[in-house]
């Protein structure tokens, strides 16, 4: 048990060192690097931390970031992966320094889960150290991490092997509570940090459960089982699903682009190319070059694989192919599985089964250190290179954000601590004009200038609102402004209102009724010549906040059981192996016994 547990210290060790050199080079560096959806995630980061570091709890809408505008961001997209990010930012003053921290810790978590999940399946600690590599330092994950900024996808990937270990744990193993606890929280984490991720990830569950029912051999404890799994997933992840759902059906919202599969195009050569070059750019995603190999050197070691092993090649052979325009997805057009935007999203199944299936297959056939040392050196410099080339070229084709214009509109700047703290610091310097439309109020002909670009519209004249006259707060906006008439007006702010009973506005520190105009801007009647100070305020249902700790018991108590079964599962060895020394010794006392020396 003592050499276990200093062997699983080394491999703890090793994966912090090896997280720290996968951050080492852009950390360096002193920038954030241009990606797809980095000016998103950054937002959300900051308006997590700005609310957090006032003493407030989750912030259902934006008052921070994405132009101050109430956009109800995280009453519609997970937020769990942004509390790690609050504790490292509270410790670490350097934006840039705590972005690519986070990043680590990212990358460290999914090399222990992956790590977790591989011993569990293969009972095998070489093939999980080699399958976590694989996983982890994988193209799409880089792909992930850098090309495209996303966060949310990101964090939600780390949680995928433990869901899947659960399910494997359950029908092959038949420890069903180990598999329950897993896939638990396993899919809960996925939810907390990128929703689709977590729906395709039950779909893919729903497929291999009834793909294997024909041979199973305890159905009902089986179905049991994940009937259980899904009734605790539900409470887990009830407080951020209820408002979620909430919101939907009493508020037409703008969601997402859906893909347009009608002219979907992503040619398999596209992907053979970029996979053999480990390629690493935005708008790019692939698999790499050591999965890319494992599809066509590993057709040949099939007939001499298990049947999980089989299972594994093909399903990931699948999952890949299925991103690409292989398939007839024009056919699915029109439909809701364009939700998913993009069909390479089941690149993290194909990920996860092909590096499983390598590890098994290598260990299996060769059973060697030194070659499981060489193979992660290999796999670790392939990737250390092609993120290199990656921000090599960020360099070469952006640059730093340092004129107003360049604040105001970062998404095509590299961004230092400087520029970052003058777009989303304490006190900002601008107010960034990022437009994301997403989750919106909708409404028809709706006209959105008026709300990104800060305008106060006094009757039908524009009034241009300076940074200094809007301040934020905890899911609330505080706007000053001068009426000159005479007469009372009326004044629209730029401030988005969703359901109208969940807000309360107080003018000159007065309880005010107001409206809501056909864009769903507060509009209200202001008192007679004289200086105004207008604070609108989001105020969480009661219900919303009993159902988040409804959430975070349930998650507890999800927890604290798989700490007991970890501390029985290790007495219970510790008392076998007492038990079995104590025989030894009465064996040993037997030999020499009176009767036997007589002998």
């Known amino acids: 048990m003592r050499k276990k547990v200093v062997k699983n210290s080394i491999i703890v060790l090793l994966f912090l060192v090896l997280s720290y050199i996968y951050i080492a080079i852009p950390l360096r560096s002193g920038f954030i690097y241009v990606g797809s959806d980095r000016i998103f995630h950054l937002a959300r980061l900051e308006e ?43 410790l670490v003053s350097k934006p840039v320094t705590a972005y690519y921290l986070y990043i680590m810790l990212e990358q460290f978590l999914g090399l222990i889960i992956a790590f977790f999940a591989g011993s569990k399946i293969s009972r095998s600690t070489k ?7 694989l996983l982890r330092f994988s193209a799409y994950i880089m792909h992930d991490d850098f090309a495209r900024a996303d966060i949310g996808e990101s964090w939600a990937i780390i949680f995928i092997p433990l869901t899947f270990a659960g399910l494997i744990i359950i029908l092959q193993n038949k420890q069903y509570l180990l598999g329950s606890l897993s896939i638990t929280l396993g899919l809960t984490a996925e939810l907390y940090s990128h929703l689709l991720t977590a729906v395709l990830t039950i779909f893919v569950v729903l497929v291999i459960y009834l793909g294997t029912l024909w041979k199973q051999e305890k159905r009902f404890e089986i179905f049991r089982t994940l009937a259980l799994s899904a009734l605790s997933f539900i409470l887990c992840t009830i407080g951020f699903l209820y408002p979620l759902l909430d919101a939907m059906f009493k508020e037409k919202t703008i969601m997402p682009t859906k893909g347009d599969f009608s002219n979907y195009s992503f040619a398999p050569m596209d992907l053979l190319g970029w996979s053999m070059n480990n390629v690493v750019n935005m708008n790019q995603p692939n698999i790499g070059i050591w999965l890319l190999a494992t599809i066509f050197i590993g057709a040949t070691a099939l007939k001499r694989s298990s049947s999980i092993d089989k299972s594994a090649y093909f399903l990931g052979t699948f999952f890949c192919l299925l991103g690409t325009d292989l398939l007839p997805w024009s056919w699915l057009h029109n439909t809701a599985i364009e939700s998913i935007q993009f069909p390479w999203r089941f690149f993290p199944f194909a990920i996860l089964f092909l590096s499983y299936f390598a590890s098994s297959k290598i260990i299996d056939s060769f059973n060697s250190s030194n070659l499981l040392v060489g193979l992660s050196i290999i796999v670790i410099l392939t990737t250390l290179n092609s993120t290199n080339k990656y921000f090599t070229q960020q360099k070469n084709t952006y640059s730093p954000a340092t004129k107003q214009v360049d604040l105001e509109s970062p998404w095509s700047h590299l961004l230092t601590n400087m520029s970052y703290t003058k777009i989303w610091g304490s006190s900002p310097s601008v107010i960034e004009n990022t437009q994301y439309h997403d989750y919106l109020p909708k409404s028809k002909g709706q006209d959105f200038s008026t709300a990104f670009s800060h305008e106060l519209l006094d009757g039908k004249e524009k009034v241009s609102l300076k940074k200094s006259q809007i ?6 906006e505080s706007f000053s402004f001068n009426i000159k008439q005479k007469q009372n007006r009326q004044i629209t702010l730029p401030f988005y209102i969703y ?11 007065e309880k005010k009724d107001f409206t809501v105009n056909k864009n769903n801007l507060i509009t209200f009647k202001t ?25 975070l018991l349930a998650i507890i108590c999800e927890l604290l059981v798989l700490l007991l079964c970890s501390v029985y599962k290790f007495k219970s060895k510790r008392k076998d192996k007492v038990f079995s020394n104590l025989s030894r010794k009465r064996l040993d006392f037997r030999l020499f016994s009176k009767v036997n020396i007589e002998k």
């Open 48 to 90: 997590f931390y700005q609310t957090f570091s006032q003493n407030h709890s989750v912030p259902l809408i934006s008052t921070y970031s994405f132009s101050k505008v109430g956009q109800a961001i995280n009453t519609f997209y997970p937020w769990g992966n942004l509390l790690p990010y609050v504790l490292i930012r509270s």
């Open 127 to 133: 093939k999980a150290l080699l399958f976590s590599l």
């Open 471 to 476: 301040k934020s707060s905890f899911q609330g």
């Open 499 to 509: 359901q109208k009973k969940q807000y309360s506005l107080m003018l000159n520190g």
């Open 527 to 551: 008192h007679k010549n004289r200086e105004n100070i207008a604070q609108i305020r989001y105020i969480t249902p009661k219900l919303y906040s009993v159902l988040q700790g409804v959430s």
